[in-house]
């Protein structure tokens, strides 16, 4: 047998295993979280800056193999819609969004007339570029063999004229004669002939992705940037204008933009309707936190940017996915993200994504550890992750929900509380110590263990009898947050009674991380 026969045959039976597999979708015994082949699983990942198709310089393969090697199980996808200038965009040196002249493998095909701004010919827009939609299928082939789940993101705001003129879509760069707008009015129903273009496009990649059981569909990447209201503020006591500009402000996508999402969301779920697989969409709402005002028709997951808490807090009510989609602009201390993620994820959080600077063309094993723009990333930052994540999996995650009632006060330190009451508590304490925490809990026998979240070592062991009420554990020693695994193991008898405490999910107040 050949090489490529070998090839072939091996994509046979991914493709036929990915057939069979039902989709990811929200676990229908507790929606803040997916059912993924048959197990309840939350999403955790550090990863590339989402051009690993679009970018003909980037090994995706090396890439996804170390994502399943280093335990991730999540990747966003830019769809080719967008993309970066290099060394230019946002900072960013080794921008695998941002490919090098004659590298960007585009969804359409070139034309044989020079000129694109971005280097080489422009695009024929009534063409598909085979070279992309094969990459593109073998990256999802490829991430469902490791078990890694994509958020294929179809759209993007552009942010500034420098991203709008190496668009395909700009009418410079095209020989369809596509209509010259308003940037900003490029993902609104007001684009003119281009509308057209962008339904066709949505279409294509959900027809070539349907076969995938691994595949979330995104609307569009930040739509408030181009299109913005300001919502709330973060810090209400700033003086005017910083208290209404970025980043204190919320901002959300106006009514043009949401007009425009939910027809994405219809041309998805119309081209779906007539294929074997349904896939999850996901909208991003805004950055930080806000009580979600109104969600497209059809949208399951609910996508916050540099998030707080308090956004999956605000909006568990709503019985879906709360993703922190992005963060990684906060330079190069991965203490700081591993904090963002354990304090996400243990408020009922369904997804943590950073976004993982190092890496980039060359060093698609995470080991580009220089410089590299406004954000950080490491194998060190993954391997800490992967403790969260493991932690996670092994959480009876359809039965637990965020509490606020157990914790009656936790000394200097912030508590994030997930909780089947009366059987387990899972806490994390963000903060340093030792300290004690006083908790509320019925009567019964317990055992649990403190875990080091940055080595995974268990700091501390716990066993008690408790008679019911309220009762103070001493934490271990532990910078940078702890956390607590707490089952209980029997009910005894108690001389009062005592109810279990009831879930709440109101709000927290922390700092941003």
């Known amino acids: 047998m050949t090489s490529t026969t070998r090839a072939a045959a091996l994509l046979a039976v991914v493709l036929s295993a990915a057939t069979a597999a039902e989709p990811i979708r929200l676990d229908p015994k507790n929606p803040h979280y997916f059912l993924f082949r048959g197990k309840a699983v939350a999403l955790i990942t550090s990863g590339e800056h989402y051009g690993a198709v679009i970018n003909a310089d980037f090994d995706y393969r090396r890439y996804l193999t170390t994502l399943a090697v280093e335990g ?10 967008y993309r970066e200038v290099p060394a230019k965009s946002f900072g960013i040196k080794r921008n695998t969004l941002a490919p090098e002249p004659g590298r960007y493998v585009a969804p359409w095909a070139r034309s044989e007339t020079p000129g694109y701004e971005g280097g080489g010919n422009k695009f024929d827009l009534d063409r598909w570029n085979p070279e992309f939609i094969a ?18 993101t179809l759209f993007s705001s552009h942010y ?10 700009n009418p410079i760069n095209n020989v369809n004669a596509t209509d010259a707008i308003d940037w900003k009015k490029l993902h609104t129903l007001e684009n ?70 939910a027809r994405v969301a219809d041309w998805i779920a119309s081209e779906e309707r007539a294929l074997p697989n349904h896939h999850p ?45 992005e963060t990684g602009f906060l330079g190069r201390d991965d203490a700081l993200y591993r904090r963002q993620a354990w304090n996400f994820m243990l408020s009922g959080g ?23 723009g406004p954000g950080g990333g490491s194998p060190a930052l993954r391997r800490q992750l992967r403790i969260l994540s493991d932690f996670l999996q092994k959480l009876p995650l359809e039965d637990l929900a965020p509490d606020t009632r157990t ?24 903060g340093g110590g030792p300290t004690e925490v006083s908790l509320e809990l019925p009567a019964g026998e317990y055992a649990g263990e403190w875990l080091n979240i940055e080595t995974g070592a268990v700091e501390q062991p716990e066993s008690f009898r408790h008679a019911g009420g309220e009762k103070t554990l001493r934490t271990p020693d532990f910078h940078d947050g702890i956390a607590l695994w707490l089952k209980r193991t029997a009910r005894c008898n108690a001389t009062t009674s005592h109810q279990p405490p009831t879930t709440s999910h109101g709000e927290h107040s922390s700092p941003q991380l």
Not at 135 to 152: N, P, T
Not at 160 to 169: G, N, T
Not at 419 to 428: D, F, H, K, L, T
């Open 135 to 152: 990459r593109f299928r073998d990256f999802l082939s490829e991430a469902a063999r490791r078990g890694i789940v994509v958020e294929v």
């Open 281 to 325: 969409i996901a909208q991003n709402y805004c950055s930080f936190r806000f009580p979600v005002r109104q969600l497209v028709p059809g949208v399951s997951i609910v996508n916050f940017h540099y998030a707080y808490p308090e956004a999956v807090l605000l909006n568990y009510g709503l019985g879906k996915a709360i993703s922190y989609d």
């Open 192 to 261: 003119g002939n281009i509308l057209a273009r962008q339904e066709s496009y949505t279409r294509k990649l959900v027809r070539e992705a349907n076969t995938f059981d691994n595949v979330i569909f995104e609307i569009q990447n930040e739509p408030w940037s181009d299109r913005t209201v300001v919502a709330d503020v973060v810090n209400p006591y700033l003086q005017l204008p910083a208290r209404d500009s970025y980043p204190n402000s919320v901002d959300v996508a106006d009514e043009l933009s949401l007009a425009w999402q």
């Open 72 to 81: 991730m199980n999540y990747t966003r996808l830019f769809g080719g819609s």
């Open 407 to 430: 914790v009656k006060h936790a000394a200097g330190v912030y508590a994030r509380v997930l909780a089947s009451p009366g059987r387990e508590y899972v806490m994390y304490l963000d």
């Open 350 to 372: 369904g997804v943590f994504d950073s976004l993982d600077y190092s890496f980039s063309p060359g060093h698609e094993d995470g080991g580009d550890t220089e410089p590299n």
């Open 160 to 169: 500034q004229e420098m991203q709008w003129k190496v668009s395909a879509l």
